[in-house]
């Protein structure tokens, strides 16, 4: 029996240029109803599989991008542990060998809701085929 596609959904629902991935999640339960998508902090310590699936907000595309490659990212500068971020967070956890593989659906957060929905589809269900 194939085990259920996990995937975590960082955001921040506060910050509307942050919050796309959190606003759009119950339309991806229901449209993706054999994924188990999970709201997470990407900051907080977390149960994860050996491969990872995240969608996040990213800076720059103007369409969803799919990330196979952490190396992918520039990192966020850092003055205090309070900017400590996800992306640091995800590279920290691979040099621990705790996740081997990471893909990220990077989603803009100027790019509408159903576009966003549409991409995080597609981009799954190529994963799983």
């Known amino acids: 029996m ?12 506060v910050l509307d240029k942050d919050s796309l991935p959190l606003k759009i999640l119950p ?6 109803p054999g994924v188990a998508f999970e709201a997470k902090d990407p900051n907080e310590e977390w149960d994860s599989p050996e491969e990872l699936t995240v ?23 850092r003055f205090s542990l309070h900017d400590f971020d996800a992306l640091a967070n995800l590279r920290y956890l691979q040099k621990l060998e705790k996740i081997k593989r990471v893909t990220v659906i990077g989603i803009p957060p100027d790019l509408s809701e159903r576009s966003a929905i549409e991409a995080i589809k597609k981009a799954i269900l190529a994963d799983r085929s």
């Open 27 to 32: 339309e991806l339960r229901r449209a993706l």
């Open 55 to 77: 969608i996040d907000t990213v800076i720059g595309p103007k369409e969803a991008v799919v990330f196979d490659d952490l190396g992918s990212f520039t990192a966020a500068p």
């Open 2 to 13: 194939k085990e259920t596609k996990r995937v975590f959904v960082f955001g921040n629902e």
